[in-house]
């Protein structure tokens, strides 16, 4: 079945540590894209990639990287710079990085720094 | 500024009432495209609809319908006879016509949490 990927669901870290958090799709898109959500809170954008080897920032970039080596895998990076990284974080994908394409979600990962 | 505003932040309703969802949004452009998403507890977000904005007619799926009015900026979303199973958050996103760097980028509003009751 073809789809997004994320693992894993739950991730605890203690502060000053970085972590990564994957994420995979087997539907041939091109475009992905990483969002936060917190309480009470829209998604909110950190970090899209409309191809291999290029990606931009969203409206919350700092403290996160990414990169995009294969165009089925966009891993984002939760550095010890982010000043607060407990969140739910959603992956997702579009066939194409047009603003007419519905985006694919995956089921998230919620990560609690202490 | 917000570009897409969900003013109701919880709604809750007993089973078979309808249930209206509210969505407005904000754009300069006059290409554009309205979602909804259904977040169900689990936490995955499903996509309900797209709709352009040169396409003002209503669509009815079920028991889902969609109100898009460009004269108010509203894109509202409709349960007929709502049941347990629709309780989850919704949210409304705006993408704005192709322009450089705002390719591909959802915005999304705060969400709407329904929750129906038996």
């Known amino acids: 079945d073809g789809g997004i990927t994320q693992s894993p669901k739950y991730l605890f870290r203690k502060e000053g540590q970085n972590v990564t958090l994957s994420c995979e799709q087997n539907l041939n898109h091109d475009a992905m894209y990483w969002y936060r959500q917190d309480p009470g809170q829209g998604l909110r954008l950190i970090y899209y990639s409309q191809i291999v080897n290029d990606f931009q920032k969203g409206d919350i970039a700092e403290g996160y990287s990414v990169s995009r080596e294969k165009k089925e895998s966009f891993p984002l990076t939760v550095t010890s710079a982010q000043k607060n990284p407990t969140a739910f974080y959603l992956c997702a994908s579009s066939i194409a990085s047009g603003n007419s394409y519905e985006q694919y979600f995956g089921p998230g990962t919620r990560l609690t720094v202490t | 500024a917000q570009k897409v505003t969900q003013a109701q932040t919880e709604i809750s309703v007993v089973e078979k009432e309808d249930v209206t969802l509210d969505c407005v949004y904000e754009?300069?452009?006059?290409?554009?495209?309205l979602f909804w998403y259904k977040q169900p507890p689990s936490g995955e977000l499903v996509f309900l609809i797209r709709r352009n904005s040169f396409d003002e007619q209503n669509e009815i799926s079920g028991r889902y319908s969609w109100n898009f009015q460009k004269s108010t900026s509203s894109f509202n979303f409709t349960i007929t006879a709502s049941q347990v199973v629709d309780s989850a958050v919704y949210f409304c996103?705006?993408?704005?016509?192709?322009?450089?760097?705002?390719?591909?980028?959802?915005?999304f509003g705060r969400g709407t949490q329904l929750t129906v009751w038996p």
């Open positions: 996103a705006l993408s704005e016509g192709d322009r450089g760097s705002t390719l591909g980028r959802l915005y």
């Open positions: 754009t300069r452009d006059t290409t554009y495209y």
